[in-house]
């Protein structure tokens, strides 16, 4: 428990410590690198960046479940997008960016909400696997 408390003041540390340029640049990039191979076109019925008709429902399932359920795997996504080695930080990180930018208004998570996240994470693995 306690190397839980401090992973989670260090991210909450740094997550406070950068500017908020630095975080869209991130997501913008991670976007570009790893989300828009599919974002961008639609692939396997992913929703477009933009189509805000798409990403509707989408958002309405709320910020911890749609980034956890992402980073998983859900749909026809892979989980991290793909990208195995892509951190819960990053992820969900890009999926603000594609939300802003599809009719959402979103927060970069704070560390109280990407340890929602990591719990959820956790319970949607143990209900992949019954």
Sequence with gaps: MKSYTLTYLFIFVSLISLPTSA??????????????????AGVAGAPKLGDKTKWAPLIKEGQVQ???HG????????????KPDLGVQD???SVV?????S????QNPDASTLKKIDAEIIRRQAQLRK
């Design 23 to 40: 975080w869209a640049s991130s997501a913008e990039n991670t976007y570009k690198t790893v989300c828009a191979v599919c974002h961008t």
């Design 66 to 68: 749609l980034t956890a």
């Design 71 to 82: 980073y998983v795997g859900v749909r026809g996504m892979p989980a991290k997008g793909g």
């Design 91 to 93: 992820f969900a990180a």
């Design 97 to 101: 960016y594609m939300v802003n930018q």
């Design 103 to 106: 009719g959402g208004s979103w």
